[in-house]
């Protein structure tokens, strides 16, 4: 049974630092590329960052670029999302998803937002 569950979510202050973890099982996950998603209340769900299977090329939205890195340990089936300089506009529920690689890449993936996987999600608040 595929599975991705997310975890590090929680209350960070304005400028704080949190890393998200997605945990896969169920497959292999260097098959696949690997994305963390965002919805906030009200909003549509945005490709936050992915990661490609083979040569971990990644891919950020704008609003994120230089502050959220992403990464994977495929040994340990775990992909992170490093998130620094934690701005107001960042809270959200995020979302880890996945896609063979056979049918994405890092940037499509994102840009497009059709996962066959997705998780549960981990809700992160930025306040003071």
């Known amino acids: 049974q595929v599975q991705l569950v997310e975890s590090g979510g929680g209350l960070v202050q304005p400028g704080g630092s949190l890393r998200l973890s997605c945990a896969a099982s169920?497959?292999?996950?260097?098959?696949?590329?690997i994305g963390w998603f965002r919805q906030a209340p009200g909003k549509e769900r945005e490709g936050v960052s992915c990661i490609q299977a083979s040569n971990s090329a990644t891919f950020y939205t704008n609003s994120v670029e230089g502050r959220f890195s992403i990464s994977r340990d495929n040994a340990k089936n775990t992909v992170y999302l490093q998130m620094n300089s934690l701005k107001p506009e960042d809270p959200a529920v995020y979302y880890c998803?996945?896609?063979?690689?056979?049918?994405?890449?890092?940037?499509?993936?994102?840009?497009?937002?059709?996962?066959?996987?997705w998780g549960q999600g981990t809700q992160v608040t930025v306040s003071s």
């Open positions: 998803a996945a896609r063979h690689r056979v049918f994405t890449s890092s940037q499509a993936l994102c840009v497009t937002a059709n996962p066959r996987y």
């Open positions: 169920g497959f292999t996950l260097d098959d696949y590329v």
